[in-house]
DNA sequence: CTTTAGCACTCGATACCTTTGAGTGCTAAG
DNA sequence: CTTAGCACTCAAAGGTATCGAGTGCTAAAG
């Protein structure tokens, strides 16, 4: 059944109130606004409505109206207007993100930053990757007598290294030997195909450096490995004790305390079949310790099977409009970054990202 | 002067008492402990002195009496009993480092969580590394008909990488010539010395690869700077909110935002001349926002130029004996890590740090 | 039929007051 | 020097009255 033009605007109107003064709303303060044209009593009437339709609700007998999870559900899919970013925000955005930043995890952590400012909320960056991973190529570098630098690149084109030290002197040829050895049988498998009979088969054909082949299983396993994880950064905790909901520093704590454990590790697994902005807003949530808490989560894309995610963790009342517009515009941000990654090069002054799926929403 | 027997036992009964229940201690209490041998009365003779002498302070009149800055000072300086860690405790915090780890900074983010568990406050890991750091050797690897894998062996053995594309072809004896100039020119000289002059000098000798020449400086002038850097994680800052002197959530908010912002950036430069155990007390501390709030940072050594702290953040109350103990034994234990490279190895059962200085306090 | 003004009612929030009790300092006796 | 006793202080806890925002309902007006 679809609401009125009136019950829409009501009900807009309640919830943009109610996120911006986090109280309850009362019939009075909806019908002063601007454009609102009828009587409290009128407005009494249609809150009346919405509530036994579902999308408000009465703390208590003499207070005023808050949004349900449904009220706010429909709110997001519907009707909240979109907020076009000024352009001091995205010269800001697009400056912040600017500074090319070598490593992968280190650049999350700025952006979980950046993103938590941007937002005014707690904000959450994650990047992973599905497992499957091989190793491409082995090289071996000498560098003096006993030490070796070895150079892995893996499929995802990722670059890692270790530097060993070798009991014996190895020569150059004995280091060609070992990684032509390597490179014949130790290349496109993943972390499970790592057997000892692999092992031992190397090390018999490995010559005078075989001793290092362990070390380098041992390595490239554990690399492999680390390859199919997550990775997650939080940044501006703090931010969420500004909120009056957190006032209350049982539930500050309760959420804060999530972030540590991980509790959200399973959001990769939430968010795999969606696209751009997906809301989870209140109770049954990733975590069940965010009751009254919302999460907003846009994906984007790295490359190289790596996966980005960035979000904010707030209240449920919090300014949804405001908040996808930013995670979207700096999700679309990134993607282009990383799509160009030798020179990195700033998404030009269109403000909005047009080319995203509209959000989504799960509730309960 | 020195305090007399009887009053140092009052004191430090005093201190003990207020460390647990975090709350102002009256002279029934003191009384009451199981080896305190006089009545209240006289407690509270001995307290008014102690408060005279401004080691206690009384929040008001009928209120009983907390220590004061100078109060805690003594106490960490002399009275505390040192805290042995049961054998459970040494396992525990063993068994949770022993996992080797291949990233530093990894690490370090893990240590902290370690540390955060083991105390149940917000604890931070810091590294920080002098600068004047260089690079020691160039490698060039081929892959494919484009790619370029750039190695570097810094002066601190850490060895780094990248992977570029180079528009045109180049062939193996390209990448040797390059390599061969850089080694010859770019070895040996820190970030501030990649000039522009020096940059064309290598330019023009290099050959076919030369358009690699600015990307290479551009990488090795960041890295190099990036070594300089203090490079800190915190963990558990829900814990503070546990505690009963921050439950008022504006107090939570100015320490965990302290956090958030560099205002502990300058801890690396406050440790700098100290050793072993540091604990900063109250106000006028490292950063002006933790009043009532106190610090406990432990140095250790990393070896390479690197240089190695993990503290504790927490009320000037906190529990400094427990604290120290817990901190001393994880810096050890890492010390020892850190020195025997290739095969990290359990310190063994000894349960306490006997080989570090002895804590030193700063107050004011 | 819709809108609006009026009004009695509800109930959390606030302010004010009282009570309670832990803790103190002082005095005087042991 | 130590201790029991006692009057005094003052924050914390609890109880009561008041206030007012907001409601639902009714009846009149459009």
């Keep these: 059944m679809e609401l009125?033009?009136?019950?829409?605007?009501?009900?807009?109107?309640?919830?943009?109130?109610?996120?911006?003064t986090?109280?309850?709303?009362?019939?009075?303060?909806?019908?002063?606004?601007?454009?609102?044209?009828?009587?409290?009593?009128t407005i009494r009437n249609e809150m009346a409505a919405l509530t036994e339709l579902g999308y408000l609700e009465q703390p208590h007998t003499s207070a005023g109206r808050i949004p349900?999870?449904?009220?706010?559900?429909?709110?997001?899919?519907?009707?909240?207007?979109?907020?076009?970013?000024?352009?001091?925000?995205?010269?800001?955005?697009?400056?912040?993100?600017?500074?090319?930043?070598?490593?992968?995890?280190?650049?999350?952590?700025?952006?979980?930053k950046l993103v938590s400012q941007a937002t005014d909320l707690p904000a959450i960056s994650v990047t992973s990757r599905q497992s499957g991973t091989t190793v491409k190529r082995y090289d071996l570098?000498?560098?003096?007598?006993?030490?070796?630098?070895?150079?892995?690149?893996?499929?995802?084109?990722?670059?890692?290294?270790?530097?060993?030290?070798?009991?014996?002197?190895?020569?150059?040829?004995?280091l060609k030997l070992?990684?032509?050895?390597?490179?014949?049988?130790?290349?496109?498998?993943g972390a499970e195909g790592f057997t000892s009979e692999l092992l031992e088969k190397v090390m018999s054909s490995a010559g005078a450096a075989a001793m290092l082949v362990p070390v380098i299983v041992d390595?490239?396993?554990?690399?492999l490995r680390r390859q199919g994880h997550t990775d997650m950064a939080i940044a501006g905790q703090a931010r969420l004790l500004g909120l009056p909901e957190y006032r209350d520093v049982d539930k500050a704590q309760k959420v804060l305390t999530s972030f540590d454990s991980d509790a959200l590790s399973n959001l990769p697994a939430v968010m795999q079949n969606e696209n751009g902005t997906k809301v989870l807003v209140g109770p049954e949530n990733v975590a069940q310790?965010?009751?009254?808490?919302?999460?907003?989560?846009?994906?984007?894309?790295?490359?190289?099977?790596?996966?980005?995610m960035i979000g904010v963790v707030g209240p449920t009342r919090m300014d949804y409009a405001k908040v996808t517009a930013r995670l979207s515009y700096f999700a679309e941000s990134l993607s282009k970054i990383f799509n160009k990654p030798e020179q990195p090069q700033l998404p030009d002054g269109d403000p909005v990202g047009e080319g995203?799926?509209?959000p989504s929403i799960q509730e309960n």
């Design 68 to 112: 349900s999870a449904a009220g706010y559900r429909l709110y997001v899919d519907e009707l909240m207007a979109d907020h076009r970013l000024s352009l001091e925000e995205t010269k800001s955005i697009n400056s912040a993100i600017e500074d090319k930043m070598q490593r992968l995890d280190r650049m999350m952590e700025k952006v979980a």
């Design 22 to 41: 986090a109280e309850p709303v009362g019939s009075k303060a909806v019908c002063e606004l601007p454009d609102m044209k009828f009587s409290s009593a």
């Design 141 to 174: 570098i000498q560098t003096g007598p006993t030490g070796v630098i070895l150079v892995m690149m893996l499929s995802t084109d990722e670059v890692v290294n270790k530097l060993m030290r070798l009991p014996v002197d190895a020569t150059d040829t004995d």
């Design 178 to 189: 070992l990684s032509a050895v390597l490179n014949a049988a130790m290349t496109g498998i």
């Design 4 to 20: 009125s033009e009136r019950k829409k605007k009501v009900l807009r109107s309640v919830v943009d109130l109610y996120i911006r």
């Design 289 to 308: 310790e965010l009751k009254d808490t919302s999460v907003v989560m846009t994906k984007f894309d790295i490359g190289d099977g790596l996966q980005g």
């Design 219 to 223: 390595f490239a396993t554990e690399t």
């Design 356 to 358: 995203l799926d509209p």
